[in-house]
């Protein structure tokens, strides 16, 4: 019910915040190590319309707002497009943090069910291939990354092994709760 899915809101905005300090970590590393694959003005500003969106997101969990399945649907896609932007001014989809769009597969399922977990596959796909499009073409707005640092590809696979372990620990404990009302 309506409940359920502004606790889901709550829930997608704690994941937001993971999410945005970890970008912003990864911009501290990339100014470090001086990667220049992508532009820190355009990530930094996709930073900053993130945490206004996921400002506003917490607004609307309070009680006086409805929460329908369409607004989950609408956050989903912000952060798709979020993400998308991210990427493109950091190397395209050769980027390997373009394995986050995995992510929100599973977080849409969460979220909305069968339908979320089909729009964000949807979703994910089309924004892939345009991401892969503008390479294609060279009409990325920074040069596509052609050959990633290792640390890229390291802390990449580790946000796969431990995004994917806090979501399937997210599926468990739902299970155990649902058995335990049953």
């Known amino acids: 019910g309506a409940e359920q899915r502004r606790s889901g809101l709550r829930w997608l ?4 915040w993971w999410a945005l300090t970890g970008a912003m970590v990864g911009v501290l590393v ?5 990667w220049t694959f992508l532009s820190t003005p355009a990530v ?5 319309v993130m945490v206004v969106v996921n400002g506003v997101l917490l607004w609307r ?6 929460v329908g399945r ?9 952060d798709l497009g979020l993400l998308t932007w991210l990427l493109a001014w950091a190397g395209g989809v050769r980027n390997p943090l373009s394995l986050a769009f995995s992510f929100h597969v599973v977080i849409g399922a969460l979220l909305n069910g069968r339908r979320g977990a089909l729009f964000s596959s949807g979703a ?10 503008l390479e294609q073409a060279d ?12 640390i890229l590809w390291a802390l990449a696979l580790g946000l796969l092994v431990v995004g994917l372990g806090y979501l399937a620990l997210e599926v468990a404990e739902r299970q155990g709760m649902e058995r335990e009302r049953a």
């Not at 989950?72 to 912000?78: G, N, R, T, Y």
């Not at 994910?124 to 499009?133: E, P, Q």
């Not at 009409?139 to 290792?150: G, K, R, T």
């Open 139 to 150: 009409a990325l707005p920074v040069p596509s990354l052609h050959d990633p640092p290792a």
């Open 124 to 133: 994910s796909l089309v924004l892939l291939a345009l991401l892969w499009g």
């Open 44 to 48: 930094a500003f996709g930073l900053l």
């Open 61 to 66: 969990t309070r009680r006086d707002f409805a």
């Open 30 to 34: 990339s100014l470090a190590l001086s």
């Open 13 to 16: 905005a704690g994941l937001r």
């Open 70 to 78: 369409n607004e989950l649907l609408l956050h989903a896609a912000v």
